[in-house]
């Protein structure tokens, strides 16, 4: 039984591929980043905590999804952070506040290089959203 938000590794050819579900919008963008960070093997500093602010616009709600993990991706290549807490903002016309709370990466089993919108539909299910993500490696 599938519970009301989540995300598991699907078997992908080549890249890989992660499906996430939620109730709502700001639920599925937690569960996709908790399940990026999960395949990717990322691993959190027990110690000092960072907080950082992120103002996202997108087109869609797709495009926001991508938007969002990109950054998060970034994030980690530049900063040497991931995150473990979101407190979503979303407003009108796609527009996303999330203020991130985590540490600095201790280590990362498998790196992601991208986001990709490879079949990339956010679908309408009885319990909410769900989307699959392939990630380019």
Known sequence: MIKDAGYRELAHTADWELEAWAPD???LLE???RGMYAI????????ERHT???????????????RFLTEL?????????????FLFTLS?????QVELGGASIVSIEKDIKAVTYHNLV???LA???????????
């Open 92 to 96: 009108p016309g796609w527009s996303l």
């Open 40 to 47: 990717s093997g990322t691993r959190l500093d027990a110690g």
């Open 73 to 85: 991706l970034w994030l980690g290549q530049q900063d040497g952070l991931a995150f473990d807490t």
């Open 52 to 66: 950082c602010l992120l103002d996202l616009r997108a087109l869609d709600a797709e495009s926001l999804l991508v």
């Open 122 to 124: 956010i679908r309408r």
């Open 31 to 33: 569960q996709a980043a």
């Open 25 to 27: 919008l700001t639920g």
């Open 127 to 137: 319990r909410g959203l769900a989307v699959n993500i392939v990630f380019d490696v």
